[in-house]
């Protein structure tokens, strides 16, 4: 391992032991047996891939299926392995939260099976003709959907998320490499083994999906660099793990996930209106990324005084600066904003409010803040909606609707790998097709070019 | 400036030495003040960009004219520069190819006002909507395509591309920083600055392009490392100068242009097919990246030795293994391959030539070879043309025809940024879209979600 790959490796292992909540003990081989591991598993992956990108989609839903009952079939197996992490993760005093993402239950796993179906239920992504034509010399030309190759991913511990990529992994066609929490260690190396036992009973083969979790924390530095032998890294998670992942990998990665969204109150838009909008963005489900995180208020927004009474009176804590605190009306609390408020992904029953005087200081605050996921407008005024959406420079941008609307589901796209807040390759909610690439295809009769 | 940044500098410099062929001056600010610099170009970049992306496609077409007849017009200023900077590049021993793409003629400036007027001819790709459909719940979703934001580039002694890569950037509605080599610094401080005075003249800001050439090689090192700051770095040139970017760069790169091309000649496959196919893709236009390299001669091939005399007889050095030597006609001159052969993109009058047993053994030898940019079967054999397909993994599969084609003129698409050989978000030539990102547009009447 060189000295650049060292460095990383601390930055990584700080991220790993904040997305973990616990201590891990690294492999007993030495750095140079870890590296061989890994690009070993990277290597049995692309020849995997190779079948996989050639399977036809009945063999896959089959595989898909199979997955599925013998995830069922196993729950006791699975059960017991989580309870052995549960337990770990308990005296090693894991926090609450971390637990419940780490726990799984018969209802869970009945999730998970249920996904895997609905995967199989999917149309195929792969083989799809992007674009074609006859060329005027008469070459037939076809950019056809394949798909990448080796798809890895790094992320916390939550089992879940084992199943998920996997499913969707295969579903497009793509061998996978995951590296999961450790904390979660025992329940994955139950699941991989599940799934690539169901694999090898559809006739496809088992290195399509595989673990690198006996590497450890090297492992996944290993992994973050192998150029050429990984061809995209999701990390999925929290910001921490995607930041720590985004600056060390040296292999494509897509970042997903971090949503400071905001909502822009003109001073059009009816409190009828409005207040449905923010108690849905703001309470229905605060830990995800689409939930609105700071509420910016026209001067003159008629509706701010019972938008403001209505959040307050669903429980949630307004962060506010000196303006809104003027308006506030009477017994609704606050506590006063601070800079860090307008850059904080709260993920719970936290709101950051600021008054603006018109659109252009909205969209400043917006383009000095945002982390470019989703941002919404209500109004009335038709030129505001306008110069909004021409305006924003987010993956989703939305006028008078809920910003929980960004979701894959939501948009029909049937199955959800993430939502990208990049630009390149894909923007916003992911869907299977986010996890091809294309080839041209060329056919001619003896063409040459003149 | 940090360490990292220290070293990855050396890396680049020493690329930029290759591909300049020359020395240059650091400028005479300290790095801190170069980083300042960069960063503030980025900084106005950025803000340009938002005034570009809301350009109609008529004011980006006229500016494009605008630069177009400025260009012709500052003919004597151009060619001045330019014979300053072929004289300073004569004297320090810069060889004749550098020189040669270095050299502006009147003929060369009325291409690049040729090219200029032919993209404000094509359409505009910014506002196209990808998808697009009224969800069950009465929400309107539209994907549209917008564009990236701030390109870059950093490319060798090629002034033509300063005005290529400008053009495209202006009509996909992006600010553009480059970064040439510093032997046309000359040549391109004029052409810039009649750029923007076109852009001024045309009512689009100045600042959509900008160089960074003062600021030296520290300067692009600075440019690689400003994540968030630039949208996507495009590196045009020979393989040093792309596999230095893709290895220091921090922020998102499009990977194009190398190509160590193979054909397949098949045991089926007539001479009178095979000839002229071989001798389009060598002899055409041998610097390019679409020529074979490599061709890969079934055992049984009927029309191989007709294909190596017509080859031989084209001027073309063929590197053949001992397999191939065995079958040479009489008079046919060759050289003998090593491993190295199989590895080289020549851009030459040379080819390798290996034999292989059959269909798997090709394949394996593309695997091992490849850049992933294109590859071709010659046969009458409709499986082995099938299976060809299938498993090449490269941005163009060909059948029956030149390798010349892959091009973005040749595909239909206009202008050409050039060739991806990467998998994530373009592969293979790359057009207009593709200097594009998408945003979803969602419109509702005060939609939540349930």
Not at 86 to 101: K, P, Q
Not at 345 to 359: I, K
Not at 407 to 424: H, N, P, R, W, Y
């Amino acid at each position: 391992m060189n000295t650049s790959t060292a460095a990383a490796e601390n930055a990584a292992e700080e991220a790993a032991a904040a997305a973990d909540g616990v201590e891990t003990r690294e492999p007993a081989e030495g750095a140079d047996g870890i590296e061989a591991g890994v690009l070993a598993v990277a290597d049995a992956a692309r020849t995997a891939s190779r079948r996989l990108a050639r399977a036809t989609r009945a063999r896959k839903d089959a595989a898909l299926e199979e997955i599925a009952r013998r995830v069922l079939a196993g729950q006791d197996r699975i059960l017991a392995a989580n309870a052995q992490d549960l337990e770990a993760g308990r005296s090693n005093g894991t926090s609450a939260a971390l637990l419940d993402r780490l726990t799984l239950t018969p209802e869970r796993i009945g999730g998970l099976a249920d996904a895997l179906k609905m995967l199989a239920g999917l149309p195929d992504p792969v083989g799809t003709v992007a674009r074609g034509q006859t060329l005027p010399n008469g070459l037939r030309l076809r950019q056809v959907h394949v798909p990448l190759g080796v798809v890895a991913a790094i992320y916390e511990a939550r089992p879940n998320v084992t199943v998920d990529i996997a499913g969707l992994a295969l579903k497009s066609g793509n061998a996978v490499i995951l590296r999961g929490g450790s904390a979660a260690g025992r329940t994955n190396a139950v699941l991989v083994e599940i799934i690539r036992d169901a694999l090898e009973a559809a006739g496809l083969p088992a290195d399509a999906v595989q673990s690198i979790d006996q590497y450890g924390r090297s492992g996944a530095n290993v992994l973050m660099k192998a150029r050429g032998k990984v061809d995209v890294l999701i990390p999925r998670g929290g910001r921490d793990l995607i930041q720590t992942v985004v600056a060390n990998a040296a292999v494509p990665v897509i970042e997903t996930g971090e949503g400071n969204v905001h909502i822009y109150l003109d001073a059009s838009a009816p409190a009828e209106m409005a207040v449905p909008i923010l108690l849905n963005a703001k309470t229905q489900r605060p830990s995800v990324c689409n939930t609105v995180e700071t509420l910016l208020l026209h001067r003159d927004a008629a509706a701010a005084p019972d938008v403001l009474a209505a959040l307050a009176g669903a429980g949630v804590r307004l962060h506010v600066d000196g303006r809104v605190a003027a308006l506030l009306p009477d017994g609704v609390e606050s506590v006063p904003a601070s800079e860090e408020d307008w850059g904080r992904e709260y993920m719970d029953l936290d709101l950051a409010v600021a008054m603006v005087d018109d659109m252009d200081e909205a969209l400043e605050h917006i383009r000095r803040w945002s982390t470019g996921h989703t941002e919404a407008i209500l109004t009335n005024d038709l030129a505001q909606a306008e110069r909004f959406i021409a305006e924003i420079d987010s993956a989703a941008v939305i006028v008078n609707a809920s910003t929980r609307f960004t979701d894959g589901g939501q948009f029909g796209l049937g199955a959800e790998v993430g939502i990208s807040t990049q630009k390149m390759h894909a923007r916003g909610p992911m869907g299977l097709t986010e996890l091809t690439t294309t080839k041209w295809i060329v056919q001619g009769d003896g063409h040459v070019r003149s």
